[in-house]
């Protein structure tokens, strides 16, 4: 077994411990037993620090001209490249997800370090004729401020970057709050983007528990901005606190994703995508596919073929390559997802597949939940309605392609959606009428590349996308400028009208 590691805040270009000097422990998920680091329990005084060092470096930070800006993020993708396989075990350690798909957390931070460093050299503005003669009048992008960045577990590396990336090429300053159970993955990720050598206070780190730490940053009056992803429940304090505190807010929140098959869909090419969907990640992804709407010509054929692939999955540690699914993140979300199996057996939903926590043989030390088919759901059931976050998916039956959309939209969210079709019309149809920020025709619900928006509608965000040209909307104000040269005072609206 590895020493733990000792994680410590990056606040101001330095490594400190909280004032308090209180530790908090982050394990493997596979393995309890196992410390994978001790992270500082910060406080609001700590929170204070960090939030003076983004304020003072901001100061410089956001007159440093973006294309250069945007080389010291360069330089973060470079040496994410070259630390991508050691942080990639770390995440298998921490967060306990498969290695190829770590390697896929980490790549998607590179992806957006390349991608947000050409940037800089865009940030377009609009120049645009003034009504006036000798006027010339334009847009320019304005950093905001300071910008709390508060990070979920499950994609320790991808999401932080996801964030702080166009936040910093955009001129603003950041402090990162991640998720307890992912501590050690964020202070790596730190300590490269301190290796691309950014000045100190441009980027600091504060550990802890989100009702400390976290909701001192929300709170915090020096604050301009907070873009958080993680549940709506936190999602709903957060709103609340910066719209009491005027501050800029993205949220992104739950999902309650479905795949939609239809009959003339290609059923194995629709197999892997629900198979992927629904237990990639352990269904851990905002993403997940958590409801199956088949349509009823291929519902018993389409079930038998999920059931087989299903039973053939190995649950086990993110490390072994062996593994097709790894642990749940800990002991509450275990609990959790298995609170919702009860539900389901209430509500007269019938297991197929799964629907137990696993605890055999070398299982026994982890967080291992039974990959779980629940079949005969109606949408009216709170497991079709509510986020489970784990390997659970529900299975619905519609008898027409209109009844698939109508239940599909059926949901207080709206992140991600799929349909399997070989029916171009209905494909157009789908990509129009379906109530999600993300579409995919004849992909799964999970995947998303970072140069494209992120996000859902309803209650699964505040309007805002993250990743793509749009995460520079989030992450700067406009500002309108007139210059005048005519050297005399004309008046809009009044001088060129007669
Ligand atoms: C998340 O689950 O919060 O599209 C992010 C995907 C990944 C990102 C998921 N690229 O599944």
Redesign the pocket.
């Known amino acids: 077994m590895t020493t733990p590691l000792s994680c410590r805040n990056y606040i101001n270009g330095q490594w400190l411990n909280a004032v308090g000097e209180a530790t908090l422990e982050s394990r493997n998920p596979a393995d309890k037993t196992e410390i994978v680091a001790t992270y500082p329990r910060s406080q609001v005084n700590d929170v204070d620090t960090a939030v003076a060092s983004a304020r003072k470096a901001y100061r410089s930070w956001r007159t440093v001209p973006a294309p250069a800006r945007a080389e010291y993020i360069f330089r973060v993708g470079e040496i994410l490249l070259q630390h991508k396989e050691e942080l990639a075990q770390l995440i298998s350690r921490e967060m306990g997800k498969p290695l190829t798909e770590a390697r896929?957390d980490v790549q998607?931070g590179i992806d957006c370090a390349f991608y947000s460093a050409g940037e800089g050299r865009r940030l377009f503005g609009q120049t645009t004729p003034s009504e006036m003669s000798n006027k010339f009048a334009m847009t320019v992008r304005m950093p905001i401020g300071v910008c709390a960045l508060i990070t979920?577990w499950?994609?320790p590396v991808?999401?932080p970057c996801w964030k702080a990336m166009p936040a910093l090429v955009c001129g603003n300053t950041v402090i990162l709050k991640p998720a307890e159970d992912t501590s050690a993955c964020a202070t790596k990720l730190i300590e490269i983007f301190q290796q691309a050598g950014l000045p100190p206070g441009v980027i600091n780190l504060v550990h802890g528990v989100g009702e400390e730490a976290g909701k001192a940053l929300v709170e915090h009056p020096n604050v301009d901005l907070v873009s958080f992803?993680g549940s709506s429940e936190t999602g709903a304090f957060v709103g609340a606190t910066c719209g009491r505190t005027h501050k800029r807010v993205c949220l992104?929140m739950g999902g309650k994703n479905a795949q939609i098959v239809m009959e003339d869909a290609d059923l194995e090419l629709a197999l892997d995508g629900a198979v992927w969907g629904a237990f990639g990640?352990t269904g851990?992804?905002?993403?997940?596919t958590s409801r199956l709407i088949l349509h009823r010509d291929i519902k018993e054929k389409f079930t038998t073929m999920l059931y087989e692939r299903t039973s053939k999955l190995r649950l086990g540690a993110g490390n072994d390559t062996d593994t097709d699914i790894g642990p749940i993140i800990n002991e509450k979300q275990l609990q959790q997802v298995s609170k919702y199996l009860d539900i389901a057996r209430e509500e007269g939903a019938k297991v197929l597949i799964g629907g137990e926590i696993a605890s055999e043989g070398s299982l026994k030390n982890g967080y291992f939940f039974q990959p779980t088919i629940l079949d005969r759901v109606t949408p009216d059931m709170r497991v079709a309605r509510e986020e489970i976050f784990g390997p659970v998916v529900a299975l619905i039956e519609v008898s027409s392609f209109e009844e698939a959309i109508a239940i599909l939209n059926d949901s207080n969210y709206g992140l991600?959606s799929s349909v399997y079709t070989r029916d171009i019309n209905r494909a157009f149809t789908a990509m129009r009428d379906i109530e999600a920020g993300?579409t995919y025709i004849n992909g799964p619900?999970?995947?998303?590349?970072?140069h494209l928006p992120?996000g859902g509608v309803k209650q699964t965000g505040n309007g805002h996308r993250e990743a793509g040209t749009t995460a520079l909307d989030v992450f700067t104000e406009w500002k309108s400028v007139y210059v005048d040269f005519s050297g005399s005072l004309q008046r809009a609206q009044i001088d060129n009208r007669s």
């Not at 851990?284 to 997940?288: E, L, M, N």
């Open positions: 896929g998607e979920p499950n994609f991808a999401i992803t992104e990640t851990q992804r905002c993403t997940a991600s993300i619900t999970i995947g998303a590349e970072v992120f």
